[in-house]
């Protein structure tokens, strides 16, 4: 076989390597934004506000309702072993604003295929109550704080990869002494009663 010959035969091969190995990259990061996406759909937040309006200086609520998707857990905020990625809720605030507290659910043991002892997980639904102020520079007017849930999904058998999904709640920020009223008294009326976990 002559110089030339040869030098095509290289040439090609290393092409097909190359094509080869792309394809695996794209399938790779296929596989791995499908996963993602699966992950993301499992929890459903929404978010509600305890007064409107609220008034400078007053304090007041945000709950936020987490559905799960049947046959999914997601790990409690504080997890029963180390290893395991709590679920946890952080918030965008307008300025003025700020978090006082935070209060989770404690969760329920359940036993799993893929784990030699019980795990302590929120299934079904939960709800976090999240205490706030706004202070007396907060912005006037109507405001949105964005929310963030971050967990790990998992069913019987195994975890999906950690993720975050959006929640928003909007509200308007009055005057102080501007008269308010109590809403979604359904959502805030279990505050009290629940035996959270609070986050300082």
Known sequence: MNMTKLTGMIRRNCALVVVL?????????????????????????????SLQPVARGRAFEVAVVAKITPGFHVNAHEPSEEYLIPTKITADLPPGIVVVETDYPRGVMRA?????TPLRVYETSFTVHMKLRAGNAAAMGHQKIALTVGYQACNQDSCLPPTKVPAEVELDVAAVDTPVHAINADIFASAGTAKPMAQH
């Open 112 to 116: 799993f295929r893929f784990s030699k």
């Open 21 to 49: 190995a792309l394809a695996g990259i794209g399938s790779s990061a296929s596989a791995q934004d499908t996963a993602l996406a699966r992950a993301a759909s499992v929890l459903q937040p929404q978010a509600y506000v």
